[in-house]
């Protein structure tokens, strides 16, 4: 064990980078046989069996050196809250739903009049939804906030 080489914050920067990376490693292993649709997307995954192949074995090397250093560093594992991985993204999504207004679309170009009494209600209720989702999941059956 290798522990003693690092000191607490050199310890917590290494976890939360192979954390990182490891949650990164999920999302493109689902990715690689995702078939999903929204409004405004879709998302049809295209890997041949050989590259899905592939790619599955680097991820399975790649997660034996993250379980090999978290072993060799004492590395704890973090138990995570999905309320509070939501309650992020929506709050961040939040922010990205105000430029949906009238007003900084002006960056991009003179505004039509009449665009402010169509968009701005639209954009202000995404908005409201996103924050009304987000204090869903922040207070739990518990009454906590994550």
Known sequence: MHAHLLNEKQKRSVAVTLRLFEERLTEVERLLTVQERGVLYERVAHFSPRQQEKMRALIDEARGVIQDMAREFELERDIQNPAR??????SITWESLEELHSKPLKAYGAVDPRLPEVIDPLAEKLA??????????AHGEDGKTP
Not at 85 to 90: C, D, E, S, V
Not at 128 to 137: D, G, K, Q, S, T
């Open 128 to 137: 409201r939804l996103a924050v009304e989702i987000r204090r869903a999941a």
């Open 85 to 90: 991985r939501i309650f992020g993204l929506l």
